[in-house]
């Protein structure tokens, strides 16, 4: 099945730095990338996504790249505020209604942003 | 928009007791919904997948008899912790995925989760 890597496993930057969020993926055949924000106590929330047939998305401050060659994808935001403070969670999954059209999920990483 | 409710957001019950979640989809039909444990500061585990008019499929490790799923209508999918004991206490959130859509189909959608305490 699909293995999700992500590192670092916490971060920590100074208010209006970027940061950078790494992933990677082990099955060829996944071709959606999701990245979920999680507060304290709340549900995550989808904040950016990626499908295997491009290899860059952008909105706003919050942009993710896609290397499939190299199965890594990577969640960059910029201009950090302290309300960016949360874990993140990369994801991977292949097109339903395959077994693999679930959602594999990394560790997470809690970003500090540092006013 | 995709709005996904469970109900309740927190329950405290005596070990022994069942309790049962609700993971509703407001505004759009589900014909996945999915079933995860968070334990703190960890990441979600997948416990199973609910598919509307058909059993749930269990991941590895996970009783189904004691996490009992009903996926009875497009909307809603519910989960059963038979005979709770205090190692069943964990955050348990739902997501579900809109039906049709070929483009859009893996996008999942969170409910608030509902904190579980056995005691």
């Known amino acids: 099945g699909e293995n999700v890597e992500q590192h670092p496993s916490t971060l920590s930057v100074q208010e209006g730095d970027s940061a950078v969020i790494k992933c990677t993926y082990s099955?060829?055949?996944?071709?959606?990338f999701p990245w979920y924000k999680q507060e304290l106590g709340k549900r995550p929330q989808l904040i950016i996504d990626?499908?295997?047939?491009?290899g860059e998305k952008k909105d706003q401050r919050i942009a993710v790249t896609l290397n499939k060659t190299a199965k890594h994808f990577s969640l960059h935001i910029t201009e950090t505020q302290p309300e960016d403070s949360a874990v993140y969670f990369c994801?991977?999954?292949?097109?339903?209604?395959?077994?693999?059209?679930?959602?594999?999920f990394g560790k997470g990483i809690t970003l500090s942003v540092r006013p | 928009g995709a709005v996904v409710s469970q109900h309740p957001s927190r329950v405290i019950c005596k070990s022994g007791t069942s309790v049962k979640i609700e993971c509703r989809s407001l505004?759009?039909?589900?014909?996945?919904m999915f079933w995860y444990r968070q334990f703190p500061k960890k990441s979600l585990m997948l416990m199973a997948t609910?598919?509307?008019?058909?059993?749930?499929?269990?991941e590895q490790g996970v009783e189904k008899d004691k996490f009992l799923i009903n996926h009875a209508s497009l909307t809603l999918s519910t989960l059963t912790v038979t005979s709770a004991h205090p190692e069943d206490s964990s955050f348990y959130i739902c997501?579900?995925?809109?039906?049709?859509?070929?483009?859009?189909?893996?996008?999942?959608?969170f409910g608030p989760g509902t904190r579980l305490l056995v005691l």
């Open positions: 997501s579900a995925r809109k039906a049709g859509g070929r483009k859009k189909a893996e996008t999942q959608y």
């Open positions: 099955d060829s055949a996944s071709n959606y």
């Open positions: 990626i499908r295997s047939n491009v």
């Open positions: 994801a991977a999954s292949g097109p339903p209604p395959g077994a693999n059209s679930k959602l594999t």
């Open positions: 505004d759009f039909q589900a014909t996945t």
């Open positions: 609910s598919n509307e008019g058909s059993k749930a499929t269990y």
